[in-house]
């Protein structure tokens, strides 16, 4: 129910891309049309590790 408000929502339906990270729902994203990404190779990340 989550995944549709947000998909549905008026202010985010005209967005062009959507990101996630997930370790293990896969599927349930899936259902909503998301795909692995293309080309990781253009992708980059910085994650900061708590002190």
């Known amino acids: ?3 549709e408000s947000i ?13 996630l990270a997930t370790n ?3 599927g349930l994203y899936k259902k909503f ?9 253009i992708f980059m990340e910085s994650v900061s590790t708590p002190s």
């Open 24 to 26: 293990d729902a896969h």
């Open 7 to 19: 998909m549905n929502h008026s202010e985010l339906k005209n967005l062009q891309r959507w990101g």
């Open 33 to 41: 049309g998301f795909e692995l990404i293309k080309r990781p190779e």
């Open 1 to 3: 129910m989550l995944m």
